[in-house]
């Protein structure tokens, strides 16, 4: 069946940085939008970033959530259906878990509902 399974959270200390991935299997990758989003503590799960699909109309179009806009970079590698995003510049308030997730129609959309496959999630925590 259809698994995101994200890896490469962990505890750095404010300013630092960590790369996160996210492998997909059982998708057409190139044909899925993929987003990040992320739950910190006591708070709802939020939307993060999303890549649109690779091809067709709005390809590789990308959305950041304004809070890491200019620190947090998505990238994905087709060949090996890998989403990975990429956090600089990390601050406490980035402490949270992280959730990948895919979306079949291949726009991508800031809203969770949107999305027909889900994550484990990986921990991330940022010390002050």
């Known amino acids: 069946q259809v698994q995101l399974v994200e890896s490469g959270g962990g505890l750095v200390q404010a300013g630092g940085s960590l790369r996160l991935s996210c492998e997909v299997s059982?998708?057409?990758?190139?044909?899925?939008?993929m987003g990040w989003f992320r739950r910190a503590p006591g708070k709802q799960r939020e939307f993060v970033v999303v890549?649109?699909?690779?091809?067709?109309?709005?390809?590789?179009?990308?959305d950041y959530a304004d809070s890491v806009k200019g620190r947090f970079t998505v990238s994905r590698d087709n060949a090996n259906n890998t989403l990975y995003l990429q956090m600089n510049s990390l601050k406490p308030e980035d402490t949270a878990v992280y959730y990948c997730a895919a979306d079949l129609d291949g726009y991508g959309t800031r809203f969770q509902s949107d999305y027909d496959y889900w994550g484990q999630g990986t921990q991330v925590t940022i010390s002050s």
């Open positions: 890549e649109k699909r690779s091809g067709g109309r709005g390809a590789g179009m990308l």
């Open positions: 059982k998708l057409t990758f190139s044909l899925v939008a």
